[in-house]
C-alpha cells in the first residue's frame, strides 16, 4: 500500500475550499432570511389592512386599504408591490369590477378568485381575500 503525503499547500487548497463553500451557503442561507422577512412583512401589512377594510362597514366613507403582493413568484410582480389600478376602493367599485379586472389583480396577487365562476362569484371572492365582508 502506498502513502501518500499531505502537503502544507493540499490543507492550504483544502482550508480555501471549505472556506469558499461555507461563504456560498451563508449567501444562501441569508438571501433566504431576507426572502422571508420581506414576506413577513408583506403579509403582517396584508392582514393590518383586511382588518381595516372589515371595519369599513359601509365602504363608502372609509376607502379600502390595499393589499401587497405576498407570494414569491418568479416573473411575477416583487414581495410587497402594490397591486395595478383597478384595485377596488369601495364597496361601488368592488361591486362594479369586470371579470378582466379581477382577472388582472388575481394575476398580481397569484390568486385566483373563483377563477371559471361568473363575475359576481369572483367578486365574492376577492372581497373576501381583502377582508371586506360581502
Known amino acids: 500500500m502506498e502513502q501518500q503525503q499531505v502537503t502544507r499547500q493540499d490543507l492550504a487548497d483544502l482550508k480555501a475550499e471549505v472556506t469558499a463553500q461555507i461563504a456560498a451557503v451563508k449567501a444562501e442561507l441569508l438571501s433566504a432570511v431576507n426572502g422571508l422577512a420581506e414576506q413577513a412583512a408583506a ?10 377594510n372589515s371595519l369599513a362597514s359601509d365602504g363608502t366613507r372609509t376607502p379600502y386599504m390595499m393589499l401587497v403582493r ?3 413568484t418568479a416573473g411575477a410582480a416583487a414581495l410587497g408591490a402594490e397591486p395595478p389600478a383597478g384595485f377596488p376602493v369601495t364597496k361601488d367599485s368592488l361591486s362594479t369590477l369586470t371579470a378582466a379586472t379581477i382577472t388582472l389583480l388575481a394575476q ?6 373563483a377563477a371559471g365562476d361568473g363575475v359576481v362569484a369572483r367578486r365574492k371572492a376577492l372581497a373576501r381575500f381583502i377582508g371586506v365582508p360581502w
Open 43 to 52: 403579509s403582517n401589512r396584508n392582514q393590518f389592512a383586511r382588518l381595516q
Open 70 to 72: 405576498e407570494k414569491a
Open 108 to 113: 398580481h396577487y397569484g390568486e385566483e378568485f
